[in-house]
């Protein structure tokens, strides 16, 4: 055998290589799901903005609940001395209260939930398109998807990614 044949045996060698190389990396590279889901609850309850909101409105709720338990305190007191008029203010005042305190639940169980899949509906739509996924799927832990195939729920991983997006990373 001569050196040129030599060189072009080796070439040969080489390019095969590169070939089998890149076609068992699309053969066997693991596939990407296309349809995944996530559990809204976890997801929901796992957001640092859910988090976030929920403690501002919670302390708010707390100081009207404490608002409204003072104002019963007197309202009782006057009902046990048998001041009616005194009693009678009060207890305008607080249904007053009340109202104010279940406007403000209502608020936050509404109003503020939706903010918050709003954000999360715009963040899993930019993660999924980054991962190339087709449908992604919510559940709510009991009924909506009765069996998945392992390594489809990416949960945990839009989790990290909508926190890291909500903290401005």
């Not at 309850?45 to 009207?64: A, C, P, V, Y």
């Not at 608002?67 to 305008?92: G, P, V, W």
């Not at 390594?151 to 990614?161: A, N, R």
């Amino acid at each position: 055998m001569n050196k040129n044949s030599s060189k072009i045996i080796v070439s040969i060698l080489v390019v095969l290589v590169i070939v089998v190389t890149i076609l068992s990396f699309y053969v066997f590279k693991p596939s990407t799901p296309e349809i995944v889901y996530v559990d809204n609850v976890q997801l929901f309850n796992g957001f640092h903005m859910s988090k976030d909101l929920g403690k501002i409105n919670g302390d708010k709720i707390n100081t009207q609940k404490k608002k409204l338990d003072s104002l019963y305190s007197i309202y009782s007191i006057f009902r046990e001395q048998q001041n009616e008029e005194k009693a009678q203010e009060l207890e305008t005042q607080l249904r007053s209260e009340d109202q104010e305190l279940k406007k403000m639940n209502e608020y936050f169980s509404k109003d503020l939930s939706q903010k918050v899949w709003n954000r999360l509906n715009q963040y899993i739509k930019e993660y999924s398109e980054t991962k190339a996924y087709k449908i992604v799927l919510g559940t709510q832990g009991t009924g909506n998807i009765m069996y998945a195939q392992e390594g489809i729920d990416i949960t945990e991983e839009v989790l990290i990614y909508v926190n890291e997006k909500y903290e401005g990373n």
